[in-house]
């Protein structure tokens, strides 16, 4: 591919001369914890009006669309309501198909369809229980695999998932993502671990516990130790479901920024909340936060198809030296009440939000499937409430009744009577925006934020991240200095995060930018480029979260990506930082280059830079990445590798370019191999949203790597 000559893209001289010299923002950097925002479309709870949402469906699970007010009736504690507001939120159904490429007889993983702009289509959260304490191998195992088969089977290129789970908050500041690679490693995290509960479900042992004494044959274990036990276990278990639903509460929160119906999936053994118990207080309180939200939760059984009381060989239930009789019955009775009480609180919790509690089937991702089917749009309903609604803050129970008996209708079932402001969480840290824009699960909008992030692996156990922005020059605000000088003012805030949600690395900047006047139609046409460098000791898994301020509009835009840095000397063939850019001297390319943290911003006069990837039909594009630990033939001791090049829109194939022999210096065959190609499009190439996927063979050691990056090709 590099034989091909392109004539090289003359650039624009910039010319007046740009200043910014940065300096730490002031503000100390808070707790991340999101702001919730209140969005004026959301279910509302207040004395002026209660908006409920409802789902109708005929006998054959289809929506069904065409209802009136007059279909409707709506009884708060008994007492029908007056219908003052009626819609219907119609959803979105979207498929795509995408055909894996192959490398020899193994399959790659099909790159993610770019998506941008505001369209989130659907929001989709699903929360593993690992850290319940009641939790086995065989449930985990199904949650795991479940979601694994959703996330390669039925995740549309525009669904936003994340993936949280209940064992020790992990991944708590995680953001939603349609890059299934990501979502799949979330999802192989899940494993078990032996708790201190004890269930009635594990294996049945004889448990006399004999000593030989003077009045005869007694138990070490007496019915005070048998007692504090039990309280323990109690404790723990309930201690656990507090945790369990501390999550989700966490996760609603996130969620209430979003106008429109969002999901979450809690995939469970189950929750124990008895009536009158500390869990089932912070239950209830969870299913008022999801109404006020337009959360639905749906809750799904992970013990499959079981039967009730179910025993098999591994339990001993015969006589036994003390009570001297068959312990079937009251083992049977046992599981039966646990797994009573595990259903109840799952039950409750999706009833309550006007969700389903979706149970005995072995297959997950079919019940996720099916729920997803119906979930495409909502009626949403209102009414006046009276003034005695918001006196003493009692729970008060709604129902929505459909005078079709033909159809089924599923809604939330009442809310704790206190208005919405006095519902919302009190946030006593997390003042900077630009702090609270990074903890938020979904990007901030008032500017044009697209992080691109390249990871340059080093010698050892670490590498650097670059990372690069472009901001439109419409976003930016300028005020007037002396001497017939602009102003503008930009804040900017990188915070890297590990798998464990911990800071691994932080970065803010205060960036001071002054421009003669007669500059500033220039800076609004082409905008401002970013880049700069951000060092990692270890290698790891990190998710880089990226926010930027105008200081004098206030306005804010903010990103995310998911960053790996191998340990060069542990992982192998693999190549890393792929970006397409233009082309500079001859058919040379832009390579994108780190500036002082002092000067992270400067002018740009092309679409076609790495920080924006913007091209037109007959232009030319290239690419270049890093090769690393490619073998050395025994022949000559020199790699020998090939590529070839995918390009996708919307999850389909466009167009291949064959494998071919990648061209190496002989100074270039180190444990890092830095290289380049480029390729033409073709005038006929439709404008839209494009990804670029590199395949590059070691052929010496037949092994296979591959990555991705979007490019726009525009009018």
Known sequence: MKSLRITAVLFAIFLFALTAFAQKIPAPAPTLVPEQQEPDDVIRISSDLVLIDALVVDKDNNQVR????????????????????????????????????????????????SVRGNDLGRVITFVIDDGNCLATMEGLATARDGVKKFIAKQMLPDDRVAIYRTRGGSSLLQMYTSNKEVLTRAVNKVKWTPSRCGSAFEAARDKSTL????????????????????????????????????????????????????????????????????????????????????????TIGTKGVSIPGFMSAQDEVLPGIITGSDDTYALAESRNDEERALNEGMSYLAYSTGGQFLRNQNFLEVAVEKVLEVETGYYLLGYE??????????????????????????????????????????????????????????????????LTALVKSGAGNGGTVRALFHLDGADLTFSDEPGGMKKCVLNVVIVALDEKGKV????????????????????????????????????????????????QSKRLGSAG?????????????????????????????????????????????????????????????????????????????????????????????QREIPNSPIELDAANTGVKIEDYAFLKLGTDIDPGEYILQLIVTDNVANKVSTQWIDFEVIP
Do not use: C, W
Request: proline content about 6%.
């Open 66 to 113: 065409d209802l009136s007010p007059d279909d409707f009736d709506i009884f708060q504690d008994g007492k029908r309501q007056e219908i003052t507001s009626f819609s219907y939120v119609d959803g979105k159904q979207r498929t795509v198909t995408a055909a894996a490429p192959k490398a020899g007889k193994k399959s790659l993983p099909v790159p993610p369809v």
């Open 211 to 298: 000593k030989a004494t003077g009045e005869g044959a007694r138990s070490f274990e007496s019915e005070a130790d048998r007692e504090t036990m039990e309280k323990i276990n109690k404790n723990e278990s309930e201690n656990q479901v507090i945790g369990t639903v501390g999550v989700l509460g966490f996760v609603v929160d996130r969620l209430k920024v979003l106008p429109q119906r969002k999901l979450i999936f809690l995939v469970s053994e189950g929750i124990v909340t008895p009536f009158g118990s500390r869990a089932y207080d912070v239950l209830r309180d969870l299913t008022d936060k999801a109404t006020r939200s337009q959360v639905v939760i749906y």
């Open 385 to 450: 409430p009276d003034g005695d609604t918001f006196k003493g803050k009692e729970y008060h129970r709604i129902e929505i009744r459909l005078k079709r008996p033909d159809l089924r209708l599923t809604s939330r079932k009442g809310f704790i009577g206190r208005p919405d402001v006095e519902a919302r969480v009190s946030k006593k840290n997390g003042t900077n925006p630009l702090y609270k824009a990074i903890a938020s699960p979904f990007a901030e909008n008032s500017m044009d934020v697209r």
């Open 504 to 551: 691994a690395q932080e970065f803010n900047r205060t960036y001071p930018i002054r421009v003669p006047a007669r500059a500033v139609e220039t800076l609004r046409r082409f905008g401002l480029d970013y880049s700069t460098d951000i060092e990692f000791q270890k290698s790891g898994f990190y998710s880089l979260r990226l926010a930027v301020q105008d200081d």
């Open 561 to 653: 990506d998911y960053v790996e840095i191998p340990n060069v000397s542990k992982a192998g063939f693999f190549i890393n930082s792929l970006v397409t850019t233009a082309l500079a001297d001859g058919d040379k390319p832009l390579i994108p280059k780190t500036r002082p943290i002092n000067a992270g911003f400067a002018p740009v006069f092309q679409t076609e830079l790495p920080s924006i990837r913007q091209y037109k039909a007959g232009e030319p594009l290239a690419y270049v990445y890093d090769i690393y630990n490619a073998k050395a033939g025994k022949g000559n001791g020199r790699p020998d590798l090939s590529s070839r090049v995918l390009l996708y829109k919307d999850g389909v194939l």
